[in-house]
């Protein structure tokens, strides 16, 4: 018998545990069920334990897996995306998580465009500064905000970060709180249209912190799923 709806339920009350530490509502914070490199089978299965939304990180990966999964579910693009594959998930995603650059949203835009339709994306920042990480500089974000929001076919809902990795929850907490920060920033400006409702930050090991720092979106993976094969 299969532990994943044991999972989801589990994960459901540590969220919700989290936002009675902070005094949050449960109902803010989003589980997105981090479904790269398994089955359809296995994201069918979430689904019947009433998770909806999915996200992924590999486009191919996307393309050949989205349509095995009957279930009416939500995908989220939560990985790494180059200009010449987004063509891919037109149409196909309610939700880019990983938007660092203005040549990447203009493609967004263009796609979405042809279909004559807007989708929800968020900018990702770099807010550990690593060179082996995407994400815009915290610095560039305000003038990469003012850019995007001028496209017709993107709508920024907010931010997304990986932070440094670390076994110990406390050690990324500055990192989910500089991202709260930055979101503040960004609203203080009042850019028309520049939206800072969600913040995409949270994984398996770390979810917890992050949602007494203001996560609205976990992605979480591991503690669903269990462990990954390296692909």
């Not at 995908?75 to 790494?80: A, Y």
């Not at 995007?148 to 907490?173: F, K, Q, T, W």
Request: neutral net charge.
């Amino acid at each position: 018998m299969s532990e994943i709806p044991a999972h989801i339920a589990r994960i459901r009350e540590q969220i919700a545990a989290a936002c009675r530490r902070t005094d949050r509502d449960p109902d803010e914070v989003r589980l997105i069920a981090v479904s790269k490199v398994k089955p359809a089978e296995l994201i069918e299965e979430a689904y019947r334990s009433g998770q909806q939304l999915f996200g992924e990180s590999y486009v191919q990966e996307f393309r050949d897996k989205a349509p095995r999964v009957q279930a009416p579910v939500t995908w989220h693009f939560i990985g790494g995306l180059q200009t010449n594959k987004v063509k891919y998930l037109r149409g196909r995603v309610a939700m880019i998580h990983s938007v660092d650059r203005l040549p990447l949203a203009e493609e967004i835009d263009r796609q979405w465009g042809k279909i004559d339709r807007a989708v929800d994306i968020l900018l990702q920042v770099n807010v550990g500064d690593e060179e082996s990480k995407s994400g815009c500089a915290p610095l560039e974000l305000p003038e990469l905000a003012a850019a995007v929001v001028r496209l017709e076919h993107v709508r920024i809902r907010g931010l997304m970060c990986l932070p440094p990795y670390s076994d110990n929850p406390a050690e990324v907490r500055p990192y989910f709180r500089q991202l709260r920060e930055l979101a503040s920033r960004v609203e203080a400006l009042h850019i028309p249209g520049v939206d800072m409702r969600e913040l995409s930050m949270g994984m398996s090991g770390d979810f917890e912190v992050a949602i007494e720092e203001g996560a609205t979106l976990v992605r979480i993976g591991t503690a669903i799923f269990g462990e990954r094969q390296r692909r």
